[in-house]
């Protein structure tokens, strides 16, 4: 049972186009959500977080939207930049990060210059 | 900070030999440590939590006697995987929970291990 999708294998943008990234999770109990960026053959690295008493937490060009009754997260890169490319993993937790991350499938996300 | 690093980052071993897996936080004192594992274009899986000083949880699926993991300090977990077998290969991922934000996980740039 796949907890966390993410429904889009792959999104291709244009240069300073707006890129957004959709997940979908199940378990209402998930109160921590996280986006990662990954790079082949690389560890993700952070990107954006939000808790659950939140609908939004922007990071300069990355916002994180959060709809609990809808069990969906998006992420929004603006302006999008073609080191962006990479595959963006949605994550889930409950009780806080140091419990255990739940991750999505992953988008592939391409930025065309 | 937050900066967690793996050694090594390519390793190549024969069937049956055992292959230890370093991941170190650098910058701040983990409380936790996680040990993922990730397929080709696959996401990732965690294997095992563990907390320092204490005995690893296994996720079910894991073989805890084949991946043996060992949190010694609050900025040193191993995994060892032992008789290693070429299904075995894979992207082994570490990460760490405990520093400036102790909510977030951060992770090392992950082991490529292929065993012939």
């Given at each position: 049972d796949q907890q966390v999708k993410q429904n889009s294998p792959s999104l291709s943008v244009q240069e300073g186009r707006i890129s957004i990234l959709n997940c979908d999770y199940t378990n209402s109990m998930f109160d921590y959500f996280l986006w990662y960026k990954k790079y082949p053959a690389e560890g993700p690295t952070f990107l954006i977080s939000i808790s659950s008493i939140k609908d939004k937490n922007e990071d300069g060009r990355f916002t994180v939207f959060l709809n609990k009754s809808a069990k969906h997260l998006s992420l929004h890169i603006v302006p999008s930049q073609p080191g962006d490319s990479a595959v963006y993993f949605c994550a889930a937790s409950a009780v806080g990060g140091t419990y255990k991350y739940i991750f999505g499938t992953g988008t592939r996300l391409k930025v065309l210059a | 900070g937050a900066v967690v690093s793996q050694h090594p980052s390519r390793v190549i071993c024969k069937s049956g030999t055992s292959?230890?897996?370093?991941?170190?936080?650098?910058?701040?004192?983990?409380?936790?440590?996680?040990?993922?594992?990730?397929?080709?274009?696959?996401?990732?899986?965690?294997?095992?939590?563990?907390?320092?000083?204490?005995k690893a949880t296994y996720e079910q699926g894991v073989e805890k006697d084949k991946f043996l993991i060992n949190h010694a300090s609050l900025t040193l977990s191993t995994l060892t995987v032992t008789s290693a077998h070429p299904e075995d290969s894979s992207f082994y991922i570490c990460s760490a929970a405990g520093g400036v934000n102790t909510d977030t996980q951060y992770f090392g740039p992950g082991t490529r291990l292929t065993v012939l």
């Open positions: - | 292959v230890k897996i370093e991941c170190r936080s650098l910058d701040f004192q983990a409380t936790t440590m996680f040990w993922y594992r990730q397929f080709p274009k696959q996401s990732l899986m965690l294997m095992a939590t563990s907390n320092e000083g204490s």
